[in-house]
């Protein structure tokens, strides 16, 4: 006989049953999504080396170059000061046991993504029904993109680290909030965006309860992240916004810039390259778009107001960039974003964006995989 | 079109942040009547919305006349008031003179220590500034007919006031929207009985813009008794509760705000 309290840990965030079942699902789902790529380029006649795919791919060879030299002060690697610690760290730890830096970063990478699944969906159950959670678990399994979920870059990891960041600040636990957006906050930029939901919950739960929960200071964890990556910049590269000085050179030549000019630019740069402009450039004009339009869904099916403040905050500080190559790969790490994908109630407009992302998700991994300019 | 896209993804996104703020303010409890945020909001929305148009319009035909840039190029609209290139080329002291309107130093000031943060947008700053002040005046003004007439005032009362001759002024890159809003508060705070609130937003609006000093009348206005109800007695008047008179009024006065918008944009100063 179901007692309330079963009934109510049932609906609180899903028992252990539940969890490890997305967690073998997740899995499941990278695994397929590899293999149809892998056998769709096979069959079109690409031999393509897998290792030389994984290994060679983007920012990867930067990430194990860290992780097996850390940073240098000088010579022509300092410049590696851009990419932040936390993966690296993380690599160099795995390769002790895997005894390569390569498969370390890949076992990270399908590890972090089944444990980014479980956290999501413990997410979701907070608010959603059964269908909605199960819709937005399909939503993040397609995501455009999802072809860095399997690569060892650092898209799981850091999606992980935000959907343990926000559901522990939903539970109100700050330390273990504070712990993972720290993490987040030396994976990448955006990770530090992470304080900006904390505050926001920190605000309403002091407003509703009339106090103030001490504890919510340890949420200043995750501005000490960056500070941490601001001060290896200072120790490694001699003043503490080093990587700026650097990203602003060769070969990235990226300067921040308002999102306006970045979206135009991108138009601009694609205009004289039809490869590029469908690889690169209108995928991420698309995305853009995308999240920002998710802003006004979310606001109207009343999505969790700090979910839309994190979405919003992350986007804007994503499309700062002069010379963006990687939009659409940063907005498929948005995770809220798939809660606002969950809260539509539409079954037609739900199922034809799952229909899209799915074909667009496969697409997407075989050009990767082919090698082409999918960044 | 690249700068359609841009100039749009940057609106779309500002958009998102002042309805995020609009949110926070009703669960943070800053604002705990929801019903009148609600209004207010919508307010806000239509005073907006009556600024695109405006903004579309001049976009549209200086870039038609001009021949030169796509008709969507928005950005041009501040070509047309010469604004970014003279901030660019001259830097902060032509700021101060053609930004003030009428010469006064503080928009100009806000404006460029915001784009010191904000990329160097100042024409985009400016209007921003500009929108968001006009409808939180217009927002002000429509609180105080509210409590006033102590009955909901229909929006017609936002359009008959962006209607009036120079409205479109209100959403251009000079400081009269700020200016505006800022004075409409300084009524609604003198309203309320808020006399140290009215004296410093009129102070801040004539720091802003000579119009500013306006912010004067209203308290002359309360000196005088029986002007309540002179504007009771007005607005109950047969003649003008008539929707026929109030329709030939308003036909009329956009005809006058379309032509001096027409003269505007061909470049004649107004």
């Not at chain 1, 699944?117 to 059964?130: A, G, P, Q, V, W």
């Not at chain 1, 680290?161 to 906050?185: D, E, F, P």
């Not at chain 2, 009129?202 to 813009?209: D, F, M, P």
């Amino acid at each position: 006989m179901k007692t309330e309290k079963t009934v109510s840990l049932r609906n609180t965030a899903g028992n252990n049953r539940e969890i490890i079942t997305v967690f073998i699902i997740a899995l499941l789902s990278r695994a397929f999504l590899f293999a149809l790529s892998l056998a769709s380029l096979r069959l079109s006649g690409n031999g393509r080396s897998l290792i030389e795919t994984f290994g060679s791919a983007g920012d990867v060879p930067h990430y194990m170059y860290i992780a097996q030299h850390w940073y240098q002060s000088s010579g022509e690697k300092a410049n590696l000061i851009v990419f932040y610690p936390f993966l690296p760290m993380l690599i160099a730890a795995f390769r002790v046991i895997l005894r390569s830096y390569l498969a370390s970063g890949l076992v990270i990478s399908w590890l972090s993504f089944a444990v980014a699944s479980c956290y999501f969906y413990k997410l979701l159950r907070l608010d959603y029904d059964e269908e909605k959670t199960a819709y937005g678990m399909v939503g993040f399994f397609t995501a455009l993109f999802g072809i860095f979920f399997i690569s060892a870059h650092t898209e799981s990891l850091f999606v992980m680290l935000v959907a343990i960041s926000i559901y522990y600040t939903r539970k109100k636990n700050w330390l273990a909030a504070g712990i993972a957006g720290m993490c987040a906050a030396l994976t990448k930029t955006q990770g530090v965006l992470l304080f900006l939901p904390a505050v926001y919950e920190i605000i309403i739960d002091s407003t509703e309860n009339k106090r103030f929960d001490k504890k919510s200071l340890f949420t200043l964890l995750i501005p000490l992240g960056f500070f941490l990556y601001l001060l290896l910049n200072r120790i490694y590269g001699g003043s503490f916004f080093k990587f700026v000085e650097y990203e602003e050179a060769e070969p990235w030549y990226n300067r921040s810039v308002w999102v306006a000019d970045s979206l135009a630019t991108s138009y601009n740069t694609g205009s004289g390259n039809f490869t590029l402009s469908m690889f690169l450039y209108w995928p991420q004009i698309i995305m853009y778009f995308i999240a920002v339009l998710a802003l006004f869904v979310g606001a109207y099916k009343k999505v969790r107001t700090s979910y839309l403040v994190f979405i919003g905050a992350y986007t804007g500080l994503t499309y700062f960039q002069s010379w963006m190559l990687s939009g659409g790969r940063y907005i498929s790490s948005c995770i809220p974003l798939y809660v606002v994908y969950a809260a539509i109630d539409n079954k037609y407009v739900k199922n034809t964006l799952l229909l899209v992302t799915g074909i667009l998700n496969i697409f997407i991994a075989i050009l990767w995989l082919q090698g082409q300019a999918i960044m | 079109m690249g700068q359609f896209i841009g100039h749009t993804g940057g609106f779309f996104i500002l958009a998102a942040v002042v309805l995020l703020a609009g949110i926070f303010t009703a669960e943070a409890g800053v604002v705990r009547n929801r019903a009148a945020l609600k209004k207010n909001g919508k307010t806000a929305l239509y005073v907006c919305c009556i600024g695109i148009v405006y903004y579309l319009i001049m976009a549209y035909f200086k870039n038609t006349t001009a021949g030169q840039t796509s008709i969507f190029d928005f950005g041009a609209v501040f070509d047309f008031l010469g604004l970014d290139d003279m901030i660019s080329t001259y830097g902060e002291p032509f700021i101060k003179d053609t930004l003030s309107g009428l010469g006064m130093p503080l928009f100009p000031f806000l404006v460029h220590i915001l784009g010191k943060i904000i990329f160097e947008q100042y024409g985009g700053i400016a209007v921003w500034l500009n929108f968001l002040s006009a409808a939180a005046g217009m927002c002000c003004l429509y609180n105080m007919a509210c409590e006033f007439f102590k009955k909901d005032v229909t929006p017609h009362m936002a359009i008959a006031v962006l209607s009036l001759p120079f409205a479109f002024m209100l959403f251009t890159p000079g400081s009269y929207g700020w200016t505006f809003g800022l004075v409409s508060a300084s009524a609604y705070a003198l309203y309320k009985g808020n006399t140290p609130l009215w004296l410093i937003l009129g102070i801040i609006a004539a720091l802003s813009n000579k119009l500013g000093i306006l912010f004067i009348v209203p308290f002359v206005l309360s000196k005088i008794n029986t002007f309540p109800a002179f504007v009771k007695r007005v607005s109950e008047n047969k003649l003008t509760s008539n929707p026929y008179i109030r329709l030939g009024y308003l036909f009329f006065i956009t005809s006058v705000d379309g032509a001096i918008l027409f003269l505007a944009i061909g470049g004649i100063h107004v």
